[in-house]
């Protein structure tokens, strides 16, 4: 049978893609947990017969990397000969090809007339699945520790929950109303997602559809090689350093070393530190999902991102390492580490591609559990977010302040729906003061959000970049460093990027993250654009002198004259060296 021409060809790559997006809304308007329903933290795909990403939701980056990795050896540790018509299969296990317990992978497979016509695929971060902390994050040595590991079963027979699998992983997690309504609420995306499958099928035969999905990847994999050809070829390095394990503070050093050719990129990550005794080690999933972030920044950002893109991309992780840890290694935060790697190899492309370059961002997902008794019901509660912050500057533009960089796509949890849904009371939710890094394009301002809880509660953070601050580009400032504290002043504790802590009921929780690296020279800064910081409570006065050389008058404009010597004595102490 022919391919169709590019016309009906372009039609049915948008159609694919708008089955993977409907079915996204699907399982946010069915979720019951904050994270999902108001967050976003899922994605969904279309997957051919080969278990090969055709389409994917406009969601989140990071699973969509791993999910080409898991859905096909979640079919080939269960078995695709097994499968039968209304079957689903449910696997959370990280070191299979996913990131860490939390996200669960559901995979179900599309037949007509005994034939797999497609899969479609789910990925959401549920709020806890079990293991020795609330939320199922914090510093565990073994990833048995970390919560209940799913291999890849069959949750859906007949078109049926399997009622016995669903309540025995409930019985294992610490808030089964949200996690029983969050596994329905992914069955019921995929169910939408096979019913569009299916109509689809019908107007363009099994064979046609298959056909279709080739020339969707083929069409992808042609756009990406006519992209690289227009990208400096080589070989450029880069390192970078996590804050520690939360068990010492011993820096963990990411090597990444990024070549450009004809046939795509090459992400080589040898000279990497061994995997740890803790939850920062990572996948080789997640980290080809970090290192396929770090290449699709720069290409058209209208080609599709399916397996004719990930087929462009080739990661070297040696196995042992912190970037693609091997069992039992515990691997609950080793997204903060996909994030280094993506960080590490954009800070080394930057030096061939200036341009399309931005400087580090906050650099964690930070992942942030509250737990405890509701004192207004007496049932357990488990709330989960991961706080935003500074974006880096880049080349003619500031880095956007309190955002979720990179391969995060999730949203703030609103004031409201939290205190309403938990015992909670956001007490601060504000921009960073002065915590931007200083640039001709300055970095984005980090977030702060206070926590004040109604009973006794368990605080965990999994995070990163306490120690290590967001670094500038070309000449550009680091941002603030991220601040973890209880009860934020003079008495106050001050914890590092990684801890987990009882917190007694109205003692204050301050999460702040850092600010994004700068671009270019602080004092090559327009002093309009410093005054405007300054009067929006950005920037401090002080800060705008210090940093920039900008000295703001009473009437919130540069002093030109002021400004003009300020920046010649500054230029002066950076010659001399003092």
Known sequence: MPRPDAFRQEVLRHRFTAIANEMSVALQRAAYSTNIKTRRDHSCAVVDPRGRIVAQSFSQPAHLGTLAHFVPRILADYGVDRLRPGDGLVCNDGHLGGIHLNDVATVLPVFRDGRILAYVATMAHHLDVGGGTPGSIGLHEEHVQEGLIIPPSLLVRDDAIDESLLRLILRN???PRETGGDFRAQL???ATGSRRVLELADTETPDGLAIAMEGVLD???????????????????ADGFLDGDGRTDEPIRVAVSVTIDDDGATFDLTGTDPQRPSSINTTAAMT??????AFRVFLDPDIPVNDGFYRMVKVVAPPGTVVNAVRPAAIGAGADTGIRVTETA???LAG????????DTKGTVCNVALAGVDPRTG???VFYEAIAGGYGGRARQDGMDAVQAHFQNTENAPIEETEASYPLRIARYALVEDSEGAGRQRGGLGLRRDYIAEGDVVLTVMAERSSFAPQGLFGGDPGRPAHFIVNPGPRGRRYPSKFSARVPAGDVMSLQLGGGGGYGPPLERDPDAVAADVRSGRVSRRRASAAYGVVVARDGRPDVARTTARRATLRARAASGR
């Open 219 to 237: 069409y992808t994999e042609r756009r990406v090689r006519s992209a690289v050809a227009r990208l400096p070829h080589g070989t450029v390095t």
């Open 352 to 359: 061939v591609m200036p341009e399309a370059a931005v400087a």
């Open 288 to 293: 080809f999902a970090g290192c396929a972030y």
């Open 188 to 190: 019921a995306a995929s």
């Open 379 to 381: 049932q357990y509660f």
């Open 173 to 175: 997690v610490r808030a």
């Open 346 to 348: 954009l800070r080394a």
